[in-house]
């Protein structure tokens, strides 16, 4: 994981008169937003403990993680639900549009339809797969950031701050420019996570 510090000598020589906590506010946000929109961070969580006529299970992320959306569900060892294709040609069992779960608001707990509510235990039989962005109280970043997607980060970063009026760096003019970058930089980051080209960590498995 990056410190936002490793983010300063990127951001500071555009911002003179900023401060490194206001700063870290925005590359925080941004960051958030930047996986989130993009699905970039991409892994699997740890198996949970399948219990017997059990149906809601809490969902475990990373440290300094929170959960954006479940991409793949796996119960008992059959694939259940698949949010696009396998690089193994699996076939899951429910339609993309008709996955057999529920979160919960706060995306802490998943709960399985009554149909797949299991009739016995199984020690780690319900796995899952997520896309990640980092939490509200995150005081590192993935490094995947930094190596892969620093362009994308510095240019909403300096959009949002050039975007405040009456500061020593505002710029409105610039802010709008980099709006545009961050855009284009963000939607090529979808597609790359689309088709599999993603910043891995841990156990982060590669999509089709």
Known sequence: MSSFSAYYDHLMPDLPGCTKALLDVHLLRVARDFC???????QELTAVNLVATQATYTLTTPSSSALVRVVRL????ELLWLDGEDDNNEYPKYERNKPPFSLSNDLTQITL??????????????????????????????DFLLSQHM???????????????????SNPGLSGEYRNEWNTLTNR???????????????????G
């Open 74 to 77: 796996t119960v008992a060892d």
């Open 151 to 169: 362009e994308a980060i510095k240019a909403g970063t300096l959009s949002g701050l050039m975007k405040m009026m009456k500061k020593p760096w």
């Open 36 to 42: 989130s929109k993009t699905g970039i961070w991409r």
């Open 113 to 142: 339809i009554a149909d797949e509510t299991p009739a016995a235990s199984l020690a780690l039989g319900l796995k899952t797969t997520a896309t990640l962005q980092p939490s509200t109280t995150a005081i590192t970043l993935p």
């Open 189 to 207: 980051a979808a597609y790359q996570a689309q088709v599999g080209n993603t910043g891995k960590l841990l156990r982060v498995k590669k999509w």
